[in-house]
């Protein structure tokens, strides 16, 4: 079992960044994938980025490429999604998460965290 907890989120003004980072305890990420989702209010939730076990890999929705960054640091245990140029409609809580299956859509990842709110002003 893998636990995933988020941090880093928080109210910013449009134009702003802000780090968010994902802990996991349990077991080792080095063998995990890991992706960052996020649910705007009223809506479902959707893939923001997703980055492989040695890092090599990072893919992003075209809604944050060139504005986001997704990096992990396996011997912490810990991945980051660095956002910045924020916009008012990435509003939304952001969750962690992980698996160890490479071959599985980041949809279909086991092990969620339990989000962490990211509010962006106009």
């Known amino acids: 079992q893998v636990q995933l907890v988020e941090s880093g989120g928080g109210l910013v003004q449009a134009g702003g960044s802000l780090r968010l980072s994902c802990a996991a305890s349990g077991r080792p990420l080095s063998s995990y994938a890991m992706g960052w989702f996020r649910q705007p209010p009223g809506k479902e939730r959707e893939f923001v980025s997703a980055?492989?076990?040695?890092?090599?890999?990072?893919y992003y929705a075209d809604s944050v490429k060139g504005r986001f960054n997704i990096s992990r640091d396996n011997a912490k245990n810990t991945v980051a999604l660095e956002m910045n140029s924020l916009r008012p409609e990435d509003t939304a809580v952001y969750y962690c998460a992980a698996d160890d299956d490479p071959t599985k859509s980041p949809y279909e990842y086991a092990y969620w965290g339990q989000g962490t709110q990211v509010t962006v002003s106009s």
């Open positions: 980055i492989s076990w040695s890092g090599g890999h990072t």
